[in-house]
Nanobody, 123 residues
Framework: QVQLVESGGGLVQAGDSLRVSCAAS????????MGWFRQAPGKEREFVAA????????HYAQSLEGRFGISRDNDKNTVYLQMNTLKPEDTAVYYC????????????????WGQGTQVTVSS
């Protein structure tokens, strides 16, 4: 079992940048593809970005590519989501998730989820 804990959310203004983090409890994290998702009030959860176990492969929601960047530090058991030029419509709870299949890409199913971190972008 892997526990994921997101942090770094908060209230920012439109145009600002913010980086959220997701810390994993197990060293096996380094073998998992990771993803970020978000859920805005009244909307379904949507995919944001994913990264392979070694960080060499990434995939983004088409609408967010170029503004958002996913990265990871396996020595710190942490995955990051860098969000730039934030817009009010980016307001959501941001979740990280892990695909526990050993060193697989792309992720097909996420087995572990964090509790989420709130990001609010004011206009």
């Amino acid at each position: 079992q892997v526990q994921l804990v997101e942090s770094g959310g908060g209230l920012v203004q439109a145009g600002d940048s913010l980086r959220v983090s997701c810390a994993a409890s197990a060293r096996t994290f380094s073998n998992y593809a990771m993803g970020w998702f978000r859920q805005a009030p009244g909307k379904e959860r949507e995919f944001v970005a994913a990264i392979s176990w070694n960080g060499l492969n990434t995939h983004y929601a088409q609408s967010l590519e170029g503004r958002f960047g996913i990265s990871r530090d396996n020595d710190k058991n942490t995955v990051y989501l860098q969000m730039n030029t934030l817009k009010p419509e980016d307001t959501a709870v941001y979740y990280c998730a892990a695909d526990r299949r050993f060193r697989s890409w792309p992720p097909l199913h996420y087995d572990y989820w964090g509790q989420g971190t709130q990001v609010t972008v004011s206009s």
